[in-house]
Nanobody
Framework: QVQLVERGGGLVQAGGSLRLSCAGS????????MGWYRQAPGKQRELVAA???????IYADSVKGRFTISRDNAKVTVYLQMNSLKPEDTAVYYC?????????????WGQGTQVTVSS
């Protein structure tokens, strides 16, 4: 029903920037919430940034002021602009779509894109 494809990962030096994109296809509802998560080796997947109800955004404390999430509703695409990257930002970044239908929450994930920040 929903497919998410991330692009834009790569290798960058500390202090550099990358822009990730996530293009969605399939069936979408107005209440769907999209965002970005990441998972570093040996760690749990964590929220990086996401759109929540009312068009508001939330960010992990570790990325506030450096990362910006944005979207193009017409293209069903969400972006993550990452500036001032640090080695600790190294992880696989996943696009997420969260949906609630009849009280049941569904999560859809992209395949992930590797971001590596060298010191």
């Amino acid at each position: 029903q929903v497919q998410l494809v991330e692009r834009g990962g790569g290798l960058v030096q500390a202090g550099g920037s990358l822009r990730l994109s996530c293009a969605g296809s399939g069936i979408f509802f107005g209440g769907d919430a999209m965002g970005w998560y990441r998972q570093a080796p040996g760690k749990q997947r964590e929220l990086v940034a996401a759109f929540i109800s009312g068009g508001n955004t939330i960010y992990a404390d570790s990325v506030k002021g450096r990362f910006t999430i944005s979207r193009d509703n017409a293209k069903v695409t969400v972006y993550l602009q990452m500036n001032s990257l640090k080695p600790e930002d190294t992880a696989v970044y996943y696009c997420n779509l969260a949906r609630v239908l009849s009280g049941v929450k569904y999560n859809y994930w992209g395949q992930g894109t590797q971001v590596t920040v060298s010191s």
